[in-house]
């Protein structure tokens, strides 16, 4: 279970998150929402403790993180798969996918890469297509695919539908919730609260660096507000 408790987080003298509580229990679907700048992308960060906070406390199962390196929290199983995708554009997709089970957290690299293709089968066939010649949701699922390569216990998705054509944003988040019932928590952001709202167990809603509102999802669905703002009435 990884949990947040009253984070805050400055870059220089913008105060990105003012007091962040959040709790993503073992198994679960939790969906970080919110507008632009609302501070979601700054959670999944201090997360992999790619920033520090200010103040506030940061567990897994009971231990702090607050102190520990971005590298022993991937060895922890949190595995990150950040926003616009960031593959590497001029390594195949073969490479990619062998540079997220750097960690060693995985043995077995091509047993691993199997278990990916069995979510993304399209990435077997494009195994030595440069990755940056990969559409839109190919780039997205091998994003999503080299972080599996790491193993994640708690999975951080950053806005993986951004972008993205209706039908794929489906097959994504179908392969999101499969994903998750071989095992994994995931904690995903987006923008898309609808299809968030859907597949999560619980969610947050961020508003300028606070938690404005949190439910279940069939709490969020039936909050007027939560329907006015981010479902579209
Ligand atoms: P989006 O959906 O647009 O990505 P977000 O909810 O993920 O938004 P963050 O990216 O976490 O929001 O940004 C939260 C706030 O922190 C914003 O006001 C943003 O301008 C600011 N911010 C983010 N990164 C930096 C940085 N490196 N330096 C200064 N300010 C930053």
């Known amino acids: ?3 947040l408790s009253d984070v805050h987080v400055n870059y220089g003298h913008v105060n990105a998150l003012k007091g962040i509580s959040l709790q993503v229990d073992d198994g679960k679907i939790v969906s970080l929402l919110g507008a632009n700048g609302a501070g979601k ?3 999944l960060k201090m997360i992999s403790r790619l920033v520090k906070p200010k103040k506030g406390a940061y567990e897994m199962d009971g231990k702090s993180m607050i102190k ?3 590298s022993s929290i991937v060895k922890k199983g949190v595995i990150h798969c950040p926003e ?3 593959v590497f554009p001029l390594f ?3 490479e990619n996918l062998i540079i997220g089970a750097y960690n060693k957290r995985n ?3 091509k047993q691993e890469m199997e278990k990916v293709f069995s979510y993304f089968p399209i ?5 030595k297509q440069k990755a ?4 839109g949701g190919e780039q997205q699922m091998l994003a999503i695919g080299r972080a599996l390569m790491g193993k994640p216990n708690i999975l951080l998705l950053d806005e993986p539908s951004l972008g993205l054509a209706p039908k794929i944003v489906n097959e994504i988040f179908s392969i999101i919730k499969e994903i998750n019932k071989s095992g994994t928590s995931i904690l995903i952001v987006e923008q898309n609260a609808y299809k968030a709202i859907e597949i999560s167990d619980y969610s947050y809603v961020l508003e300028n660096g606070t938690i404005a509102l949190q439910g279940t999802s069939e709490e969020l669905k039936n909050n007027d507000e939560v329907r006015r703002l981010y479902l579209g009435g």
């Open 1 to 3: 279970m990884l949990s």
């Open 41 to 43: 992308t700054t959670t």
């Open 68 to 70: 520990e390196a971005p």
């Open 84 to 86: 616009n995708r960031r």
């Open 92 to 94: 195949s997709v073969e």
């Open 107 to 109: 043995k077995s690299v």
């Open 123 to 127: 990435l077997k066939d494009r195994l």
């Open 132 to 135: 940056g010649t990969l559409s």
